[in-house]
């Protein structure tokens, strides 16, 4: 692995880290916000939602332009960045709920353009037989946001306040933005163009179908995990924040070690094998939740069964749309956003009306349904490999 490398996988994993930081922190920071605004918990809830669809709908925008101005794609990166400062600065000063609400979708907006240009930017300059590896670097800095950098946001705001928690990330991604601006390449590096006709929306959508099955299988169970770990086994919070870490463990080396197998077997095979792996898992933690300490066991081996299919199929798309590494990065994270909408919002009615087990079970369903489309033919010619210039 060279040095420039180095620096690239680093500089992209700690990037998606704040940003999964930030994405994820918000919500256990809503009783605080909520007692300080004096909010329901269903109308702080809109920060969340916010953030959420305005990064949904900016991805795809950005992801566009990271592909036609191939000289200026670090200004895109460093301009993410920099708008990612100013909205967290903005959060951490609001001092009314509407400029608090504001403030996290301009964070949305800010995200749609940093997490496509890292995924974009490492799908470009990866060597096409470690692409899925080194994929998995910077997503697992993402899900490392979950698993240690939202409880140790959700600590620093308990010891001082929610608002040093924004503060803190504004002057960490302001730190980013100059790095990210000075590593990357001006220039596009892109293996030769195919000359083929652009993509239609409609074409990449049928593509990251798979992705939106995915994410409503797992985030219809996820959402509702720890309401059914306290209802209905009366775990403690602090059981309950094991249960999560076990989860977000599981996830981290289920993304490293999902990206090393797709390069050695293939990601059409590793990621349609970890959608029908997930099915059993889901019908594992819905049938076996109540199981004690085999719990933790169950909910390790869900999420790294799970997201090793991330890496995996990220590579997948790369290859079969090498001139569009921008766009069809940005309609994936689309895709995830809508399937996580979808699931936690069906999620809540079929779990009120018939418990846990049935919703664990009817998205096992979900993730089966999306391990049969993974086994699609590919929409256009793959990518041909090419040597490999140095091992990582």
Not at 115 to 132: E, H, K
Not at 219 to 224: M, N, S
Not at 314 to 323: G, I, K, N, V, W
Request: charged share 10%; aromatic share 14%; hydrophobic share 55%.
């Amino acid at each position: 692995m060279t040095g420039n490398a180095a620096v690239w996988l680093i500089t992209g994993a700690f990037t998606l880290f704040i940003v999964g930081t930030d994405v994820f922190v918000v919500s256990p920071l809503l009783p605080s916000i909520a007692a300080e605004f004096s909010l329901t918990p269903a109308v702080a809830g809109w920060l969340v939602t916010a953030m959420a669809i305005m990064y949904a709908c900016g991805s795809p925008v950005m992801g566009a332009l990271f592909d036609r101005f191939s000289d200026r794609r670090r200004l895109i990166l460093w301009g993410g960045l920099t708008l990612f400062c100013l909205a967290n600065l903005w959060t951490g000063f609001s001092s009314s709920f509407g400029a608090l609400l504001a403030s996290r979708a301009v964070a949305g907006l800010a995200l749609a353009a940093i997490a496509p240009c890292v995924y974009a930017f490492v799908s470009d300059l990866a060597p096409a037989r470690r692409r899925a590896a080194w994929l998995s670097v910077v997503v697992s800095g993402n899900l490392t946001g979950l698993w240690a950098g939202t409880p140790l946001g959700t600590l620093i705001a308990d010891q001082y306040d929610w608002r040093f928690t924004f503060w803190l990330i504004a002057a960490l991604s302001f730190l980013l933005a100059w790095i990210n601006l000075a590593i990357w390449p001006k220039g596009s590096q892109s293996r030769p163009s195919t000359h083929g006709p652009a993509p239609s929306v409609a074409l990449m959508f049928r593509s990251v179908l798979v992705t939106v099955y995915w994410a409503a299988a797992m985030y219809g169970v996820y959402t509702y995990l720890g309401t059914a770990l306290a209802e209905d086994i009366g775990f403690r919070p602090s059981q309950v924040a094991a249960s999560l870490i076990a989860y977000g463990v599981g996830a981290m080396l289920g993304s490293l070690n999902g990206g090393g197998l797709a390069d050695k077997w293939g990601a059409k095979t590793i990621s349609s094998t970890s959608l029908l792996a997930l099915v059993a898992c889901l019908g594992c933690v819905g049938l076996f939740y109540q199981q004690g300490i085999w719990l933790f066991g169950v909910l390790f081996l869900w999420a790294f069964v799970g997201y090793a299919f991330v890496p995996s199929y990220q590579s997948r798309l790369a290859r079969e749309y090498p001139d569009s590494l921008g766009r069809i990065m940005a309609w994936n994270i689309t895709g995830m956003y809508i399937g996580m909408t979808i699931g936690s919002y069906v999620g809540g009615p079929v779990y009120q009306a018939w418990g846990f087990t049935v919703l664990a079970c009817l998205c096992a369903a979900v993730a089966l349904v999306a391990g049969l489309c993974s086994l699609r033919p590919a929409p256009r010619q793959k990518e041909a490999e090419q040597p490999l210039p140095f091992r990582f």
